[in-house]
């Protein structure tokens, strides 16, 4: 999947706005939601609270997760921990990046919160870089296990590691050529 595609799974995420009109329920593939009462909370996915945002229909709620304090505590355990520590959502960056750009007037801290979701991005970018390259210096390891990572970070990466492997591969190859050609000029 590429980005663009893991962004359109995220905005299947549930959030919870108050809208300011009366309606039934609406019936979509993926499930009701509803019925909407003016005043009211109700859980939407993401891509129809935007849409509804966008028509003046509907005041977006912060997730709780999205709360500054809370990230401020992720930032921090995130930077404790040697190995990545798990998200509150699957999607944390795509519904951060989706809210605040569309809801800034109905989210506090703002830019308090877009640089912390935008810190524990930079973190764990590192700590997966850094993991790829003990990965590739351990000459004995082919294979590594990265709990607690993300669709995007996943989508982000996965161009570049398969052809890193190849390439890895064909130089242990070259490695080894001597010692192949040694074995069967013995037999």
């Not at 893991?6 to 108050?18: A, N, T």
């Not at 064909?170 to 069967?184: G, S, Y």
């Amino acid at each position: 999947m590429d980005p663009n595609e893991v962004e359109y799974f995220g905005e299947k995420s549930l959030v919870s706005i108050v809208p300011n009109f009366n309606f039934g329920q609406i019936h979509l593939i993926s499930g009701s939601v509803g019925p909407f009462r003016a005043s009211l909370p109700v859980n939407v996915p993401i891509w129809l609270a935007i849409n509804l945002k966008q028509q003046q229909k509907c005041r977006i709620i912060c997730p709780d997760w999205m709360d500054s304090d809370n990230l401020e505590l992720i930032k921090e355990n995130e930077k404790l921990s040697k190995f990545f520590t798990p998200m509150p959502s699957n999607h944390y960056m795509d519904e951060a990046h989706m809210l605040l750009n569309v809801a800034a007037d109905d989210i506090a801290d703002v830019d308090s919160i877009r640089t912390s979701v935008k810190d524990i991005w930079d973190m764990r970018m590192s700590k997966l870089r850094t993991s790829i390259d003990e990965l590739f210096k351990d000459q004995s390891g082919v294979h590594a296990m990265l709990n607690h990572l993300t669709a995007m970070e996943i989508a982000n990466i996965r161009p570049m590691l398969p052809h890193a492997m190849d390439q890895l591969l064909r130089i242990k190859m070259c490695d080894d050529w001597p010692r192949i050609l040694q074995t069967q000029d013995s037999q």
